[in-house]
């Protein structure tokens, strides 16, 4: 009987086990690794028009995470740097997206006019600003602050994530004296020379999710 006892004992905390192994199971989430395949998405843009990562296939992609209130994003945009990032490599013809992942309510949400009229007046330059109000493409990418950015290859490849630049301050004055990530990263790809930094850690304001 105590042998029979000490049996049923075991088989139920057996099961136990099991049944807590499985509810703290980790869900299997793709996400973003340099040297991998980017996770295709899909967003609308400030003018409803939708957007899938997929759509540009063959062709070199930025992605760009943001907050125009964010002053480490201000020091981007009031140097005119970010926006001519934009324009010089979308000349180039770079696909240059703009994220913003901030929720309703939280600094860097903008909607219907407000939002077209700060795009207008920040010079935006990008090939398209993209809405993630729920932070589902945030989180699939792991970006956490703004600016926070990636490259992607001509073959879906993620070549580069991370900082801008490897000054993290907010003075503008640094810029001029700073190495850009995003720059170097297209540069080397688009010449067919290997990408000498491949990741570092961004640097601004937390993703506001």
Known sequence: MKKLLSMALGLLMLSTALVASDATAPETVQTATVDKAAPNFTLTDVNGKTHSLSDFKGKFVVLEWVNFDCPFVKKHYGAKNMQTLQAAYTKKEVVWLSICSSNKGKQGYFEGKELTDRITAEGHSASAYLIDTDGK????????????????????????????????????????????????????????????????????CGVKY
């Open 137 to 204: 493409v945030g989180k699939l990418y792991g970006a956490k602050t703004t600016p926070n950015m990636y490259v992607i290859n001509p073959e879906g490849v993620l070549i580069y994530a991370g900082a801008i630049d490897n000054t993290p301050s907010p003075n503008p004055d640094d810029i001029k004296t700073s190495t850009n990530y995003v720059a170097a990263a297209l540069d080397a790809a688009m010449a067919g020379k290997p990408v000498a930094v491949k990741t570092s850690a961004p640097y601004g």
